[in-house]
């Protein structure tokens, strides 16, 4: 999985994505940029070494699709659905082989799979870093791909609308909220935004982490839905005072999640070093980052 995973990640390297995708592509930028400065020094030197090549390869997994990855259900987990009960959702088991016999594949690619998603790519991470011990030819270059591409999905896991079954405000009337929120807020007003990210944590339970953090998005959807329908209450189109106002009454929400975001990946990333033996990322000579063509559109999911 690691060799095949890295084979397509570097295959699909330079494909640009439309800024339909998971937060934005400016908001993953962002958010990994800030980890790397939130990292300790004893690894600190080699993600900023890799710090371009970390801030293009966040965005792989919403590329993977271009590429005929079966890789939606990565990005989020339906909560709402009447499989998985009421809220905190203990009908839907944490543990995967138990959540697999109990309702099968079929509904839970349907209904998302974002936490073990992450817990297979922190392992992913933690060999990689592994590796180092060995001298492996592949150590840094494979620990800079699934440093970023587990940093994604837990950046995914942060964004309210990715922990719901009305994901895009299609039970609700209000088609479109998903990239409003992710993505244009963002975009329109990075300037005003005060970020100030919680202190690191080591994430050690990847899995649990995830849910743990999806359960705290869904708690915000009714918060980002309700400000969407006020700032266009008695509009026909979303203009510039509709996002004014959306903006202000969400401000709260976005600022929040992206700095627990931030502190997350930077988490994420140490978690994976201390399980991995705390072992000397040896710094390598960075490769050139190529850039071709944008990738055909995908859904408004991402």
Do not use: C
């Not at 690691?2 to 962002?30: C, D």
């Not at 587990?150 to 998903?178: C, E, F, K, R, S």
């Not at 708690?219 to 400000?227: E, G, K, P, Q, Y």
């Not at 975001?261 to 000397?280: C, H, K, M, N």
């Amino acid at each position: 999985m690691r060799k095949t995973t890295l084979t397509v990640a570097l295959a699909v390297a330079s494909m640009w994505p439309s800024s339909s995708y998971a937060w934005g592509v400016s908001a993953h930028r962002y958010i990994m940029r800030r980890a790397i400065e939130l990292l300790p020094p004893s690894i600190k030197p080699f993600f900023e070494a890799n710090r371009d090549e970390l801030v293009v390869r966040v965005l792989d997994p919403d590329l993977w699709r271009s590429v005929g990855w079966d890789e939606d259900a990565n990005h989020f987990v339906d909560f709402g659905v009447k499989e998985y009960g009421d809220y905190p959702f203990k009908e839907l088991p944490r543990e995967y082989d138990t959540a697999l016999e109990k309702f099968g594949m079929a509904t839970l690619k349907r209904n998302g799979l974002l936490p073990w998603r992450e817990a297979e790519e922190f392992g992913n991470l933690r060999r990689a870093m592994q590796s180092f011990g060995r001298d492996a030819a592949f150590a840094g270059i494979e620990t800079v791909l699934f440093a970023a591409v587990a940093a994604h999905y837990i950046q995914d896991a942060h964004q309210p609308l990715h922990a719901t079954n009305n994901y895009d405000g299609q039970l609700t009337g209000q088609h479109g909220v998903h990239a409003r929120f992710e993505s244009a807020l963002f975009d329109r007003y990075e300037s005003r935004l005060t970020i100030t990210p919680p202190p690191v944590k080591a994430i050690v339970a990847p899995r649990d982490t995830a849910f743990e953090v999806l359960l705290a998005s869904y708690r915000l959807v009714d918060t980002v839905l309700a400000a969407d329908k006020a700032a266009v209450a008695g509009k026909e189109e979303y203009d510039d005072e509709y996002f004014d106002k959306f903006f202000a009454a969400v401000k709260p929400v976005l600022e929040r999640r992206l700095g627990e975001s931030i502190s997350a990946t930077a988490g994420l990333i140490v978690g994976a070093w201390e399980r991995a033996g705390r072992p000397q990322l040896k710094l390598q000579s960075p490769r050139p980052i190529q850039r071709v063509r944008k990738p055909a559109a995908v859904g408004a999911r991402w």
